[in-house]
């Protein structure tokens, strides 16, 4: 629904246009209304409004002062002038106004009909140009962007080729010098995207000198970094002063050398993306130049056997060691003196000779320790250095506790079997809990509770049930007397095994031993028969 604000000084006028223009287009315009130009503005302030009808002659602010004032605005709406005076003067004021209709005033329905219907298709056509131009831009920016990537992409590209390639996208300044930066957002808010970041830097952009803003263009690269193309090194200069202020621009930044000439373009954009990695060893946003990085040490040898000797400890209770050992690796001071390349080795070695070798030997079945190893496997996880020592420094321990109760699981089963087999063999005698928890070594307690984890039974039911099964055996291929067999199964006396023979099985032993006997005959004569 668009919005129409009449203005005029005159109640009777306003309602009356109102109501003719709500008659004629029942539902179609949202009507407002003010007394002179001033009150017009200040609706004009608070709304977006499509069409503005207003009077020429009002106190306080007569309408052509309004009309200049609208000229002021970004978006002006169409207008549409009343007077009571057909007077040359305000026709050629409404005409440099750019007024889309002059009427006199009394108005005439059907000619204020015919100016709404014609006004309405041309704002419609009004519309659609600026979406198409808006398309236009967009489609633009979309090509510019694709090239520019894929000329940072491609170092195999010729000179002739990037010179071509810049001037079809309006970029051949990079003749006359430019620098390369590499912004990347180093905020906790996961939810801050493209949009967000880029009209911060442009806001942050705006407050840079205007010879600062001229020739610059920019990229979104595949890690979800800002690529910044410029010419004025004073730009730059501006963004990495920002950055420096504690808080006030969350971003860290990687510079290239200034160069000339289209040439140089991957060359910038690498040393950019090489001085953004040294930005992972401060603890805050932060700008590396190129020049201050580019004669970091490549002789280095990766403490494997260090690493090695981490593994080792793995299980033990040498936490504390191992945490030592950990920050002889990573040690900042060392990082620092070395080309990234170290600390990238670094952790490709702690991935194979630990992280990934304890998940081989041992598997994982905790969701936690699985997120914290597939997060510790490349440092691009982690917004800094502490933040990946604490992450491996966590994972270690994890890791430790982990396989020091696998161990102790393994043990514990060992001993189990051992216990289990120790009553299968002595079932008949004197046994009890004291004895057998003795026999493997075991606290009387832990081995409670460990027996009942393996076996799923208490030690009494289960001792019970090795009983109740050898008296079944005897009760059915021996004739021994019914106290003979209580005391072979190792039970204290006859009233005790009947007692519990019958809890266990529903009848007692003798009615067991003649059911199986008749069975077993019933079998026999079947067999016969066959």
């Known amino acids: 629904m668009r919005k129409v604000l009449i203005v005029d000084d005159e109640k009777n006028i306003?309602?009356?246009?109102?109501?003719?223009?709500?008659?004629?287009?029942?539902?179609?315009?949202?009507?407002?209304?003010?007394?002179?130009?001033?009150?017009?503005?200040a609706r004009l302030a608070d709304n977006i409004v499509d069409i503005v009808i207003t009077d020429i002659r009002m106190p306080v602010m007569d309408g052509l002062t309004l009309l200049n004032r609208i000229l002021e605005m970004d978006r002006r709406p169409v207008v549409i002038i009343l007077s009571g005076h057909d007077n040359f003067h305000y026709a050629k004021e409404a005409i440099r106004c750019e007024v889309k209709k002059y009427l006199l005033k009394p108005i005439v329905r059907d000619e204020l009909t015919r100016t709404m219907l014609r006004l309405e298709k041309e704002i419609k056509?009004?519309?659609?140009?600026?979406?198409?131009?808006?398309?236009?831009?967009?489609?633009?920016?979309?090509?510019?962007?694709?090239?520019?990537?894929?000329?940072?992409?491609?170092?195999?590209?010729?000179?002739?080729?990037?010179?071509?390639?810049?001037?079809?996208?309006?970029?051949?300044?990079?003749?006359?010098?430019?620098?390369?930066?590499?912004?990347?957002?180093?905020?906790?808010?996961?939810?801050?995207?493209?949009?967000?970041?880029?009209?911060?830097?442009?806001?942050?952009i705006e407050n840079a000198s205007e010879c600062c803003r001229a020739r610059r263009a920019h990229i979104w690269d595949k890690e979800n970094r800002l690529v910044l193309i410029a010419e004025h090194r004073e730009l730059f200069q501006h963004l990495a002063e920002r950055i420096a202020r504690s808080g006030y621009l969350n971003y860290s930044m990687g510079l290239s050398v200034s160069v000339r000439g289209a040439a140089y373009l991957h060359t910038a954009y690498q040393e950019a993306q090489q001085?953004?990695?040294?930005?992972?060893?401060?603890?805050?946003?932060?700008?590396?130049?190129?020049?201050?990085?580019?004669?970091?040490?490549?002789?280095?040898?990766?403490?494997?056997?260090?690493?090695?000797?981490i593994a080792n400890m793995l299980g033990t209770d040498r936490d504390k060691e191992m945490t030592g050992l950990l920050m002889e690796v990573l040690d900042i001071k060392t990082l620092d003196q070395f080309h990234i390349s170290y600390l990238e080795g670094v952790c490709l070695a702690l991935n194979e000779h630990i992280f990934n070798k304890?998940?081989?030997?041992?598997?994982?079945?905790?969701?936690?320790?699985?997120?914290l190893f597939n997060k510790a496997q490349d440092i691009s996880n982690f917004t800094h250095y502490y933040e990946?020592?604490?992450?491996?420094?966590?994972?270690?321990?994890?890791?430790?506790?982990?396989?020091?109760?696998?161990?102790?699981?393994?043990?514990?089963?060992?001993?189990?079997?051992?216990?289990?087999?120790?009553?299968?063999?002595h079932y008949h005698k004197d046994l009890n809990m004291t004895i057998v928890s003795n026999h493997v070594s075991l606290n009387y307690s832990y081995f409670?509770?460990?027996f009942k984890e393996y076996t799923g039974?208490?030690?009494?039911?289960?001792?019970?049930?090795?009983?109740?099964?050898?008296?079944?055996?005897?009760l059915v291929s021996t004739d021994h007397r019914i106290y003979k067999i209580s005391e072979m199964a190792g039970f204290e006396n006859t009233k005790h095994f009947s007692r519990v023979f019958k809890d266990i099985i529903g009848i007692r032993p003798q009615e067991y031993r003649d059911q199986q006997r008749v069975m077993c005959i019933w079998n026999d004569c079947k067999t016969d028969c066959q």
Request: net charge neutral.
């Open 14 to 41: 306003r309602l009356g246009l109102r109501a003719m223009i709500n008659r004629e287009f029942p539902e179609c315009y949202a009507i407002e209304t003010a007394s002179n130009g001033k009150e017009a503005l």
């Open 125 to 204: 056509q009004r519309e659609q140009l600026d979406e198409q131009l808006i398309g236009l831009v967009e489609q633009r920016e979309a090509f510019r962007e694709s090239q520019l990537s894929y000329m940072l992409r491609s170092p195999h590209l010729s000179e002739k080729e990037l010179r071509s390639k810049l001037q079809g996208i309006g970029m051949e300044w990079l003749a006359d010098g430019f620098q390369v930066g590499i912004l990347q957002y180093m905020g906790t808010n996961q939810d801050v995207g493209h949009a967000d970041i880029q009209a911060h830097l442009q806001l942050e």
């Open 275 to 309: 001085a953004l990695k040294y930005t992972f060893l401060l603890s805050a946003p932060s700008v590396v130049r190129f020049e201050s990085i580019s004669q970091k040490s490549h002789e280095f040898v990766l403490p494997i056997e260090t690493i090695k000797k």
């Open 358 to 371: 304890v998940f081989r030997a041992y598997g994982c079945e905790s969701i936690e320790i699985m997120g």
């Open 388 to 425: 990946y020592f604490r992450g491996v420094e966590g994972l270690l321990r994890r890791l430790s506790e982990y396989i020091r109760s696998m161990k102790t699981f393994h043990i514990d089963h060992k001993k189990m079997k051992k216990a289990v087999q120790y009553m299968k063999e």
């Open 448 to 450: 409670s509770q460990v």
């Open 457 to 474: 039974e208490s030690f009494v039911n289960y001792l019970k049930m090795l009983r109740i099964d050898r008296a079944r055996e005897l």
